[in-house]
Nanobody, 123 residues
Framework: VQLQASGGGLVQAGGSLRLSCAAS????????MGWFRQAPGQEREFVAGIGRSGTSTYYADSVKGRFTISRDNAKNTVYLQMNSLKPEDTAVYYCAANLRVVVKTTPDGYDYWGQGTLVTVSS
Protein backbone atom coordinates (compact mmCIF):
# COMPACT_ATOMS: atom_id res chain seq x y z
CA VAL A 1 0.00 0.00 0.00
CA GLN A 2 1.15 3.55 -0.73
CA LEU A 3 0.31 6.31 1.74
CA GLN A 4 0.11 10.05 1.12
CA ALA A 5 -0.29 12.36 4.10
CA SER A 6 -1.53 15.92 3.79
CA GLY A 7 -3.11 18.73 5.76
CA GLY A 8 -0.20 20.02 7.79
CA GLY A 9 0.54 23.70 8.21
CA LEU A 10 1.10 26.58 10.57
CA VAL A 11 -1.53 27.22 13.23
CA GLN A 12 -1.71 29.25 16.42
CA ALA A 13 -1.93 27.58 19.79
CA GLY A 14 -5.51 26.62 20.51
CA GLY A 15 -6.29 26.15 16.85
CA SER A 16 -7.23 23.08 14.86
CA LEU A 17 -5.99 21.11 11.89
CA ARG A 18 -7.19 17.97 10.14
CA LEU A 19 -4.64 15.65 8.64
CA SER A 20 -5.56 13.18 5.93
CA CYS A 21 -3.78 10.09 4.72
CA ALA A 22 -4.87 8.64 1.39
CA ALA A 23 -4.01 5.04 0.62
CA SER A 24 -3.67 3.29 -2.69
CA UNK A 25 -2.80 -0.24 -3.61
CA UNK A 26 -4.18 -3.17 -1.69
CA UNK A 27 -7.60 -3.08 -0.05
CA UNK A 28 -7.49 -0.33 2.55
CA UNK A 29 -9.80 -2.09 4.98
CA UNK A 30 -7.20 -4.87 5.46
CA UNK A 31 -4.94 -2.45 7.35
CA UNK A 32 -4.79 -1.13 10.84
CA MET A 33 -3.71 2.51 10.62
CA GLY A 34 -1.67 4.75 12.86
CA TRP A 35 -0.46 8.30 13.16
CA PHE A 36 2.99 9.04 14.53
CA ARG A 37 4.95 12.24 14.94
CA GLN A 38 8.57 13.20 15.17
CA ALA A 39 9.88 16.47 16.50
CA PRO A 40 13.44 17.64 15.72
CA GLY A 41 15.97 15.67 17.73
CA GLN A 42 13.36 13.34 19.14
CA GLU A 43 12.28 9.81 18.42
CA ARG A 44 9.18 9.04 16.42
CA GLU A 45 6.25 8.62 18.79
CA PHE A 46 2.80 7.11 18.58
CA VAL A 47 -0.09 9.55 18.41
CA ALA A 48 -3.20 7.54 17.52
CA GLY A 49 -4.26 4.26 15.96
CA ILE A 50 -7.43 2.78 14.51
CA GLY A 51 -8.48 -0.74 13.71
CA ARG A 52 -9.65 -2.04 10.36
CA SER A 53 -13.33 -1.34 10.85
CA GLY A 54 -12.83 1.94 12.67
CA THR A 55 -14.52 0.82 15.86
CA SER A 56 -11.30 0.51 17.88
CA THR A 57 -9.21 3.59 18.50
CA TYR A 58 -6.13 4.24 20.62
CA TYR A 59 -4.43 7.46 21.69
CA ALA A 60 -1.27 8.62 23.34
CA ASP A 61 -1.97 10.18 26.71
CA SER A 62 -0.58 13.49 25.47
CA VAL A 63 -3.34 13.87 22.86
CA LYS A 64 -6.35 12.20 24.51
CA GLY A 65 -9.35 14.47 24.48
CA ARG A 66 -7.82 16.75 21.85
CA PHE A 67 -7.17 14.53 18.84
CA THR A 68 -9.57 12.18 17.06
CA ILE A 69 -8.60 9.50 14.59
CA SER A 70 -11.14 8.22 12.08
CA ARG A 71 -11.23 6.41 8.78
CA ASP A 72 -13.41 6.18 5.72
CA ASN A 73 -12.81 2.82 4.07
CA ALA A 74 -14.89 3.81 1.06
CA LYS A 75 -12.50 6.70 0.43
CA ASN A 76 -9.34 4.79 1.43
CA THR A 77 -8.50 7.57 3.85
CA VAL A 78 -7.62 7.94 7.50
CA TYR A 79 -7.93 11.27 9.29
CA LEU A 80 -6.50 12.92 12.36
CA GLN A 81 -8.57 15.79 13.70
CA MET A 82 -6.37 17.87 15.98
CA ASN A 83 -8.00 20.43 18.28
CA SER A 84 -6.65 22.65 21.04
CA LEU A 85 -3.21 22.45 19.53
CA LYS A 86 -0.19 23.25 21.65
CA PRO A 87 3.33 24.31 20.67
CA GLU A 88 4.57 20.91 21.86
CA ASP A 89 2.45 19.30 19.13
CA THR A 90 4.85 20.74 16.56
CA ALA A 91 6.33 17.86 14.57
CA VAL A 92 6.30 16.02 11.29
CA TYR A 93 3.28 13.74 11.33
CA TYR A 94 3.37 10.39 9.60
CA CYS A 95 0.64 7.93 8.79
CA ALA A 96 1.42 4.24 8.82
CA ALA A 97 -0.28 0.95 8.03
CA ASN A 98 0.07 -2.59 9.26
CA LEU A 99 -1.38 -5.96 8.42
CA ARG A 100 -0.92 -7.28 11.95
CA VAL A 101 -3.71 -8.68 14.07
CA VAL A 102 -3.97 -5.56 16.22
CA VAL A 103 -3.16 -1.87 16.19
CA LYS A 104 0.42 -1.29 17.32
CA THR A 105 1.75 1.68 19.27
CA THR A 106 5.41 1.50 18.27
CA PRO A 107 6.98 2.34 14.90
CA ASP A 108 8.34 -1.18 14.44
CA GLY A 109 4.75 -2.42 14.43
CA TYR A 110 4.07 -0.82 11.07
CA ASP A 111 5.01 -2.00 7.62
CA TYR A 112 4.17 0.97 5.42
CA TRP A 113 4.73 4.68 5.92
CA GLY A 114 3.66 7.90 4.29
CA GLN A 115 6.05 10.75 3.60
CA GLY A 116 5.05 12.98 6.52
CA THR A 117 3.40 16.36 6.80
CA LEU A 118 4.71 19.20 8.95
CA VAL A 119 2.55 20.69 11.69
CA THR A 120 3.82 23.86 13.33
CA VAL A 121 1.98 25.35 16.29
CA SER A 122 2.98 28.87 17.26
CA SER A 123 2.59 30.23 20.77
Amino acid sequence: VQLQASGGGLVQAGGSLRLSCAASGRTFSYYNMGWFRQAPGQEREFVAGIGRSGTSTYYADSVKGRFTISRDNAKNTVYLQMNSLKPEDTAVYYCAANLRVVVKTTPDGYDYWGQGTLVTVSS
